[in-house]
T-cell receptor, first 110, second 115 residues
Framework: GEDVEQSLFLSVREGDSSVINCTYT??????LYWYKQEPGAGLQLLTY?????DMKQDQRLTVLLNKKDKHLSLRIADTQTGDSAIYFC??????????FGTGTQLKVEL | NAGVTQTPKFQVLKTGQSMTLQCAQD?????MYWYRQDPGMGLRLIYY???????DKGEVPNGYNVSRLNKREFSLRLESAAPSQTSVYFC??????????????FGEGSWLTVV
């Protein structure tokens, strides 16, 4: 079955880098995603990575994929207060749908 | 651009009452989804519709029914609400299946409380 796990909380200081981790179990996942949810809002796609890639960089965001260990991470460089949100990883392993992780609440402190 | 629109945004129900959450998308997407979000559990799929005229159960379908009314609209019905259905509900859509890497677009959520 599919199971996607994340740590629930992360606190960083403004200007530092944030690293949010995710582990998944379905090795057939073709795409893995990172979504951001701000308070009281829906989820917005941040970035995604195809399963045959190890790394993807998009401005301040770096996604690393270790397919052997089924480990996905999202690094946010120079974290700002506007980055405070809940971050969800998701995988496509279960057919025509996404399976989401539990979400990591990122708190950015001044 | 409206994207995915869902109504109502907030609703309080008494146990046993019924209600329908409405969802519409204006992006001509084939696939639509209903998720619920609960603290510490992430988003769980209730039902999805891969294309107009089809619906399939997700991870937590019990207590819910859906209707894909047309390509634009996908409604979620609670026939007899229970306190365990207190949650935030999200409707979403994508051009086609997510295996192809299609982005899922989410509505802003509906906060439902069952007392």
């Amino acid at each position: 079955g599919e199971d996607v796990e994340q740590s629930l909380f992360l606190s960083v200081r403004e200007g530092d880098s944030s690293v949010i981790n995710c582990t998944y179990t379905d090795s057939s996942s073709t795409y893995l995603y990172w979504y951001k949810q701000e308070p009281g809002a829906g989820l917005q796609l941040l970035t995604y990575i195809f399963s045959n890639m190890d790394m993807k960089q998009d401005q301040r965001l770096t996604v690393l994929l270790n397919k052997k260990d089924k480990h996905l991470s999202l690094r946010i460089a120079d974290t700002q207060t506007g980055d405070s949100a809940i971050y969800f990883c998701a995988e496509t392993g279960g057919g025509n749908k996404l399976t989401f992780g539990t979400g990591t609440q990122l708190k950015v402190e001044l | 651009n409206a994207g995915v629109t869902q109504t109502p945004k907030f609703q309080v129900l008494k146990t046993g009452q019924s209600m329908t959450l409405q969802c519409a998308q204006d992006m001509n997407h084939n696939s639509m989804y209903w998720y619920r979000q609960d603290p510490g559990m992430g988003l769980r799929l209730i039902y999805y519709s891969a294309s107009e005229g089809t619906t399939d159960k997700g991870e937590v379908p019990n207590g819910y029914n859906v209707s894909r009314l047309n390509k634009r609209e996908f409604s979620l019905r609670l026939e007899s609400a229970a306190p365990s259905q207190t949650s935030v509900y999200f409707c979403a859509s994508s051009e086609s299946g997510v295996e192809a890497g299609n982005t899922i677009y989410f509505g802003e959520g509906s906060w439902l409380t069952v007392v």
